[in-house]
């Protein structure tokens, strides 16, 4: 059942993506879509979102394959996906996303043009068995509890059998980073200590009041799938703030994000900074 909570959380991030996205430049997107191997080979290195999306082989795995990807956003990764020959769905509560598509659709000669489906991902109306994949990036922590639950009920819907989700998301496993992060501030959030600053941040800011703990994903996931799978990203990569933009700091990533794979899993689990979630419908 939706809540007042769930349509108030929808009404916000719609407001701050439609600003965010207006008039986005796609002039990036076509070049990173007209340089694909390039750009994949250094994402896929150094950017941890995309070196957890597209582990297991995924990009190889995207041709020919019914994909849909939930808050698509900027629509990056949509575009990619396309360029590697599959056929794509997008949604996004934005309507600047549209646009976007639109564009890309228009400038690209993809196999397949991207199809965007503007709305709450409940207001679909896609036929059940039909992905191979189900995607977000970044996505999920958007979501109300009661609201995420909806969204994998879905998902498990839309999904094919032997389908997968794949969802890129933060993690937050011990509660003492947690709370020296807060107090960090970064960009336009203050620290957690000025707390009346940090109040007033926190009303605008669009994400919910919720856990990202590993273990949340896990037991949710285990109502609705078969087989859940939690990948740690991003232990020793978390450090590559400490770097200035530039050649150094991806060279920090990436061996970072080659060498965390060596700690023991019981570090990655507490320390990590994101995760790649891995759904799948047996
Ligand atoms: C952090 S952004 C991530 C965008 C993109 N995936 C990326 O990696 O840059 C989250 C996106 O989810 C979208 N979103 C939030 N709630 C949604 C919902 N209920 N249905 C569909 N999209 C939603 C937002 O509009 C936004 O574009």
Not at 59 to 67: F, M, N
Request: hydrophobic share 35%; glycine share 6%.
């Amino acid at each position: 059942m939706r809540t007042i909570e769930s349509d108030q959380n929808i009404e916000k991030n719609k407001k701050h993506y439609d600003k965010l996205y207006a008039n986005y430049p796609i002039g990036n997107i076509l070049y990173w879509i007209n340089n694909l191997d390039n750009f994949l080979e250094t994402a896929i290195t150094t950017e941890t979102s995309w070196f957890a999306l597209y582990q297991g082989n995924f990009r190889d795995r995207l041709r020919g394959s019914k994909v849909v990807e939930m808050g698509c956003g900027d629509c990056v990764n949509v575009g990619i996906m396309a360029a590697l020959g599959a056929q794509v769905f997008a949604n996004d509560i934005s309507s600047e996303s549209g646009k976007i598509v639109a564009k890309l659709n228009q400038a690209c000669d993809f196999d397949y043009p991207i199809t965007f489906i503007e709305g709450d991902f409940l207001k679909n109306e896609l036929p059940e068995n039909t992905f191979d994949f189900v995607i977000g990036k970044a996505f999920l922590h958007h979501l109300s509890l009661s609201l995420e639950n909806e969204f994998l009920e879905e998902t498990h819907r839309l999904l094919k059998k032997g389908g997968e989700a794949r969802f890129f998301e933060p993690a937050v496993n011990s509660k003492f980073l947690d709370a020296m992060r807060w107090m960090i501030p970064i960009g336009e959030r203050p620290s957690s200590l000025k707390r009346r600053a940090f109040k007033e941040w926190k009303r605008n800011d669009p994400h919910p009041d919720r856990t990202f703990s590993s273990r949340h994903f896990k037991k949710t996931g285990e109502k609705y799938f078969k087989s859940v799978e939690i990948i740690p990203v991003g232990t020793l990569e978390r450090f590559s703030r400490l770097f200035k933009w530039g050649e150094q700091k991806n060279r920090f990533r990436r061996w970072a994000l080659e060498n965390e794979k060596r700690l023991p899993l019981w570090v990655n689990k507490t320390f990590t900074r994101s995760q790649l979630i891995i759904y799948k419908n047996l």
